[in-house]
């Protein structure tokens, strides 16, 4: 619901945007064309009424009337005198309109301008005045009609703004498929956050039954003592501690998702962290009747941080140890070579296939093959986290059999073999 009110939101804010550009585009498009057309107009008609006083002077009066004939073709000729009376005017088109302007050419403001026609619509009129031997004689007035110009300007307005409407009805698909895009990592982080906590609930419930089961029992029983209990109480206390685990396992990972939980690195002696983590993991190990052999150890100093890679070692041998058989051996080894150290943990259990290995790194992430355990499946995906927050890399290979995790961390320039 959260994602599909913030797609229709997203997706309206986008229409509205691109509405009001398109609208901006096409209004500055059918001006721009409108300022085009009319500037061509009144440069044809300016250089047709100086052409015109050219034939004037030139031609006699038939002669002239014969070359401007009538409106017909859309152009009219009036010519007027001294006194403001007009003496040429073949068409009998209505003067009273352009006698302003015939008299201000008659006073030498010559220049162009639309008047309206009743009848007629628009007209754009140039007027000229006429000189003979250097003397004024009259004006001359050159009309054409805007009727045309006006038609292709409605014509090219219809036409761009079916292309805007075109252009807009494509925008508000394309902003709905990329608002649904864009919003993608937040759907599945959504899922990924309601599958965290419907996992993290259950895991907790486990543990809190066992808990809650173990105090009725002590309740309905209160006069019985406490050494009647021992396995109730082993098994409360055993839950209790795999809930503390749990739970620092889960702030663990909050921090690392909000950003808290950052690495502080410091030179430190690897050979000696990746000793102290094993001895910690021989318990473990013991009670499964398994060996944790170091295969090769160098001896290397490296910025790091001391306690996330010794929970790294723990994590790697702890799942190797759960998922590897009774009685097998766990080789761990840890080499720096080409500004890279090298931290590998091998079992010899089912292994897991390469195509799930990926998602074993999830959260709750449990295979449903015999590598399953008692663990809720946030090991690894602390491990990796830890690997990343280095700068590093994690991956799993075959072990043939069983299972070969490897990191790699950058070595430092201050980097250096131990003494």
């Not at 585009?25 to 300022?35: H, I, K, P, Y």
């Not at 094993?278 to 790091?304: F, G, M, N, Y």
């Not at 290979?397 to 201050?414: A, Q, S």
Request: net charge negative; aromatic share 4%.
């Amino acid at each position: 619901m959260i994602v599909a009110r913030t797609r229709r939101r997203l997706a309206l804010i986008n229409m509205a945007a691109l509405m009001i550009t398109v609208l901006l585009f096409g209004a500055t498009v059918v001006l721009a064309m409108n300022s085009f057309l009319m500037a061509q107009e009144t440069s044809n008609l300016n250089a047709e009424a100086r052409q015109g006083a050219v034939d004037f002077e030139e031609l006699t009066a038939s002669e002239f009337q014969e070359r401007h004939p009538n409106f017909s073709t859309g152009t009219f000729y009036v010519v007027w005198n001294l006194a403001g009376i007009p003496v040429f005017n073949p068409t009998n088109v209505n003067t009273q309109p352009l006698t302003p302007s015939a008299f201000a050419a008659l006073h030498g403001k010559s220049g162009t301008q639309s008047i309206s026609f009743s009848g007629s619509g628009d007209v754009l009129v140039a007027s000229q005045l006429l000189v003979e031997d250097n003397d004024p004689i009259g004006a001359l007035q050159v009309g054409h009609s805007l009727s045309p110009l006006h038609k292709v300007e409605s014509e090219a307005t219809v036409i761009v703004a079916l292309a805007c409407a075109a252009m807009l009805i494509v925008s508000v698909l394309a902003g709905w498929l990329l608002a649904g895009r864009a919003l993608i990592p937040i759907r599945e982080a959504l899922d990924r956050q309601k599958t965290f906590t419907a996992d993290a609930s259950h895991e907790l419930r486990s543990p809190l039954t066992v808990v809650d089961t173990g105090i009725q029992l002590l309740r309905r029983h209160p006069d019985k003592r406490i050494s009647e209990y021992s396995e109730v109480l082993t098994s409360m206390q055993q839950e209790s501690q795999r809930m503390g685990r749990l739970v620092a396992s889960l702030l663990a990972l909050a921090r690392a998702d909000s950003g808290e939980a950052e690495v502080q690195t410091a030179e430190v002696d690897v050979a000696d962290l990746v000793r102290t983590a094993v001895k910690d993991v021989e318990p473990l190990a013991s009670a499964k009747d398994c060996v944790v052999e170091i295969t090769r150890l160098d001896v290397v100093k490296a910025q790091l941080d001391a306690d996330r890679f010794k929970q790294l070692i723990v994590i790697l041998v702890d799942n190797a140890v759960t998922h590897g058989p009774g009685g097998s051996t766990v080789e761990v080894s840890c080499v720096g070579h080409d500004r890279t150290l090298t931290l590998e943990v091998a079992d010899h259990g089912p292994g897991i296939p390469a195509e799930l290995r990926d998602k074993a790194f999830e959260r709750f992430h449990r295979l449903s093959s015999s590598r399953n355990g008692s663990g809720a499946g946030l090991g690894l995906a602390i491990a990796k986290w830890i690997v990343t927050a280095h700068g590093g890399s994690i991956a799993m290979h075959d072990n043939h059999p069983g299972l070969r995790l490897e990191v790699n961390l950058p070595l430092h320039p201050g980097t250096r073999p131990a003494p």
